[in-house]
């Protein structure tokens, strides 16, 4: 895609969805550092159930503390590798209240250091809870970037510097949501929905598929 092309491209995405965010539910940058922890390899309708009976309970650092791991484990039982998540849940509830204030970090690097957070997990919280123009790259957004031809990458880090370098300045806050949306409802893996797609005639994917 050219420059005038991803352009166009953005405009009417943003035409299509005016105000994208995520799907997981939240309301602190607490929350939403939990969910997006909880949501790999999982999905974001599993990780609501769980964290609307979680966060009436314990929705701060030293609240799921409190709940010890036993405890949380009851919470996220129904989350894919959920053993795992909860040692490093609870390692990391550790560490905001002693070294943070109880306060999610707006800092990469504080973020990165955390259990259980890498790099995609730190720009969704970048993104979404603190306003940062960060794209976190899933498999949706991988796949968006390189079968449209807007930003092609071997690999997530690639496709992520691409990404920064060509999403226009005005678009770039949103064009998270708006990449990984249109991956998960429309540009999806087996059979894309090329017919009902809002940029289909600026796709340079060659193997369309006509409804």
Same mark, same amino acid.
């Given at each position: 895609m050219n420059k005038e092309q991803i352009a166009e491209m953005f405009k009417r995405l943003k035409k299509h969805n005016p105000e994208p965010t &995520? #799907? $997981?539910n939240y309301q602190t940058p607490f929350e939403l550092l +939990? !969910?997006? %922890? /909880?949501s790999?390899? !999982?999905?974001? *309708?599993? %990780? =609501?159930?769980? &964290?609307? #009976?979680l966060y *009436? %309970?314990?929705n701060t650092p030293q609240k799921i503390l409190d /709940? *010890? /791991?036993?405890? $949380?484990?009851k919470y996220i039982? &129904? +989350?894919? $590798?959920? =053993? &795992? *998540? !909860?040692? =490093?849940i609870m390692a990391t509830c550790k560490i905001l209240v002693e #070294?943070? =204030?109880?306060k999610v970090p707006q800092e990469r690097e504080a973020l990165e250091a955390l259990p259980g957070v890498g790099r995609k997990t730190a720009n969704v919280v970048l993104n979404t809870a603190f306003g940062h123009p960060t794209i976190a790259v899933d498999t949706h957004i991988f796949r968006v970037s390189n079968r449209t031809g807007l930003a092609p990458g071997k690999n997530v880090l690639e496709v992520e510097k691409n990404l920064l370098e060509v999403v226009p300045k005005r678009y770039m806050l949103d064009a998270h949501h708006w990449l990984i949306l249109h991956g998960r409802y429309t540009c999806v893996a087996r059979k894309p929905r090329c017919g009902s797609c809002v940029i289909e005639d600026l796709c340079e994917f060659e193997e369309k598929v006509v409804e």
């Open positions: &995520t #799907e $997981l +939990i !969910a997006v %922890v /909880l790999a390899q !999982a999905t974001d *309708k599993g %990780v =609501n159930k769980a &964290t609307t #009976e *009436k %309970v314990a /709940l *010890k /791991l036993a405890g $949380l484990k039982k &129904t +989350i894919g $590798l959920y =053993n &795992t *998540k !909860a040692k =490093n #070294e943070h =204030n109880s």
